[in-house]
């Protein structure tokens, strides 16, 4: 049950990391970054691991886009 709540969220966060790709939109993954966080909480008490590895990538993408925007943009 938690692997699927971990991936619900994974879902919701990656949809709301889509149109943070956009320029002037790189702030939205201040927002993303702690969803995709409590994911990965969720998942790691799972015993499954498909919902802590896509949390990990949506993380892994919010914080490199942070990263090429400066932390804003």
């Known amino acids: 049950m938690l692997n699927i709540a971990s991936i ?3 879902v919701i966060a990656l949809i709301l990391a889509i149109p ?9 993954n201040w927002v993303v970054v702690p969803i995709a966080v409590v994911g990965l909480a ?3 008490m799972s015993n499954r691991t ?3 590895n896509l949390n990990i990538v949506v993380i892994v993408i919010g914080v490199v886009r ?3 925007g400066g932390g804003i943009i």
């Open 8 to 10: 619900i969220i994974g």
């Open 20 to 28: 943070a790709f956009i320029p002037l939109l790189g702030w939205a």
């Open 42 to 44: 969720l998942g790691a």
């Open 50 to 52: 498909s919902g802590r």
């Open 66 to 68: 942070l990263m090429l």
